[in-house]
């Protein structure tokens, strides 16, 4: 198979961090060999053959298969704070009649 080959400056906008689920022995020379628990920047988004480029922490570069990892989610220290929660309106109360008894033993009478 024929794979793009790709820098990491391609998809520099593109970059997020994941742990490594499964061991992967790249076999050639475009294809990166990781290893479980390692965590990895993934680069640009998945290609059609279901490869993704990956860069490891020591600096390599190269291809690994789809679903061999899971984004980590973002430090929310880099995005700033969550948004504040918006305040609930008060519901007034519903209006209409009110029923009250006037003890004259002919019922209720509406208000």
């Not at 990895?40 to 053959?49: A, K, Q």
């Not at 880099?78 to 504040?84: A, E, I, R």
């Amino acid at each position: 198979k024929y794979y793009e080959i790709m820098t990491s400056n391609a998809g520099e906008d593109r970059i997020r961090k994941a742990k490594v689920l499964y061991d992967y022995a790249g076999d050639e020379d475009n294809q990166l060999t990781i290893t479980t628990g390692d965590v990895i920047s993934l680069i640009g988004e998945v290609t059609p053959e279901n490869w993704i480029l990956a860069k490891s922490s020591d600096g390599l570069e190269g291809y690994i298969p789809d679903g061999y990892f899971e984004v980590m989610s973002e430090s929310k220290t880099k995005k700033g704070p969550p948004p504040v929660p918006k305040k609930k309106k008060k519901k007034k109360a519903a209006t209409g009649y009110i029923v009250h008894d006037d003890d004259d033993d002919d019922g209720m009478y509406w208000n």
